[in-house]
């Protein structure tokens, strides 16, 4: 029976050395409790690093027995394994890169060699409980490798792979020497989910520019397999939230806690240790609130708790001392005998308090100068179960999207978020209540739970799309069958497109000529079948680069003809009025001047804008602004736009490959038919096709076609099959 297997980079557990021997301590975070209804189930299991560095035998042995009854598996790893891919590579260059703190990036090759290696520890440990129908959920940014490394191993297992900090723009992922090892290792799942839309458009940009994988509507087209990258914005448990601040020990912390800062008005921060979250710049936009309004001193006081990270790191160490530093001036300038602005605690809290701190607070303040999501701002708002409170949050934060009614700030502009303090402290009771409400209403629907739930779903999904197209792979089997049929022939006809097909694609597409192979296959297959080249090159390209083989040719989709028995001249099939073209030419003319690297190509019955030459992005950008411009302009001529690869095509519709075979194939009764092609154009020669022909489309886009296959490379391979 196939299981679930959940791997992160940590277990959802602390383990602690204390007499001698090693205790458990359960993790109550958001992730742990989501997943919680997986990995407990039935034989799933949760592989991670346990959290702290083992070397005895006897102690790991241990561990692994009492982390089995808790359905856990651990992955060990030393203390260079901990200092150089933890500390080192996920921490000093994935982390500052992916918050946009590109001044404290580290490009360490020793960290990335520990970063590989740990990845590969992982996928050794992965590999030793995972069956070949299993589903992996991989998470977040230290695991970045292992979803391709699986791959390798397992090419048909369910992999899927969730990002819990932000994705960077192209300009930041560009910088990082070993950027497309990484992209690659992504693209080794099947889902890769995200918090926010942004970061899954930023992840999609990114591989188009550096794997030159093509996306479309949010599906990357790798070669034998589509891949999904979407947004799933994370919940918490609200119920849980809900029903702390409900309880009898939380409201008796709210009541001995509320003696000591009496009817003062509290603002309320809670942060991880990191320069991601703003605090120092937190500090001084309540320092200028302060300066600025008088009347509010005695009056509002600011409850900080900052959570111990990394403090051992020199940059989180000159951190601490900065928030120090400016939490003891704010204290030592305003404070009086009964009243201190800054409450600043640098240690956690358990649940029971933390609850109280939120139900009792009038404020949160959470203002990260970057974050994946922040679930602080989730759990303050679940907290306040009499509807009133205000919560300001950043606009860089992934939350930001979903709560739309608390009160948005740049946690750059200081005198905005002085200016939002201000106001939330006056801000009317039925207005605290409507906004609170309208933002519980969300978050209980789209808990922690629904998070799972929908995640899982969507995984279901896109392996069923993908066995769509994989059930008509070209495989070992249906090429037997091919060539089994083609043997038994007397009378075979082969269709075979060109550019993408029977060649890759070239930059520059005249150099794009066939190499020595394709014109051993060609001239091979001729002996044994009529072949047909069928491509929307121009006729005098193609007939220079098979001249001599005996075969047929149409070229520019259909408008010129050349049999193999007519030894002449190149017959027009389609007559075609071309007096449009100027207009048109006119218009494609406006877009190469604004699209450095574009260039026309004039054949006798289109045009043909190619883009291949340009930046990835804005050779997009400017085909679908060329596109809609050109379909307006195509209805005044009767004339059709195709989107081809890197390439946007303008033709008589009437004029297309599908009829040009329907009439090489007139009066001949073929007893075997075979045509491949790679893209939209080819799809009217698929349509054009009898029942009983086989008709491949390269690559993995839905197609008229019977059978998709890998690439060009595999075509071949099948056309040396019918030869041998």
Known sequence: MSKTIIVSNRLPISLRHRNGRFEFKPSAGGLATGLGSIYKEGENIWIGWPGNTVDDPEQRAEIILELHELKMAPVFLSKEDVEEFYEGFSNETLWPAFHYFTQYMVYNPEHWEAYVRVNQKFCEAILKKAGPDDTIWIHDYQLLLLPQMLREVLPNATIAFFQHIPFPSYEIIRMIPWRKELLEGVCGADLIGFHTYDDMRHFLSAVGRITGLSNESGYIQAENRIINVDSFPMGIDYNKFAKQAKSKRTLRFVEEFGKQVEDQKLLLTIDRLDYSKGIPQRIQAFNQLLEQHKELHGKVSMIMIVVPSRDKVQSYKE???????????????YSTLNWVPVHYFYRSFPFEELSAFYNMSDIALVTPLRDGMNLVCKEFVASKTDQTGVLILSEMAGASKELQDAILVNPNDRQGVVDAIFNALSMPQSEQIARISSMQESLKKYDVFQWVKVFMGRLEHVKRKQEEL???????????????????????????????????????????????????IIKDLSKLAQVVIISGRDKDTLGKWFEGQNIDMIAEHGVWVKRKEDKGDWELYAEVEDGWKEDIRKVMEYYVLRTPGAFIEEKHHSLVWHYRKVESGLGDLRMRELFSHLKYMARGYNLQVLEGNMVLEIKRPDINKGRAATAMMKGIDHDFILAIGDDWTDEDTFKAMPKNAYSIRVGYAYTQANYNIKSFRQVRQLLQKLTS
Do not use: C, W
């Open 470 to 520: 994989t059930s008509k792979d070209v495989d070992a089997k249906v090429m037997t069958e091919i060539q089994t049929s083609f043997k038994k022939a007397e009378n075979a006809v082969l269709f075979l497109d060109y550019d993408g097909t029977l060649t890759g694609f070239h930059s520059d597409p005249q150099k794009a000529l066939p190499d020595t192979e394709l014109k051993a």
């Open 319 to 333: 951190l601490k001392e900065e928030i120090d530093l400016l939490v003891g001036r704010i204290n030592s300038e």
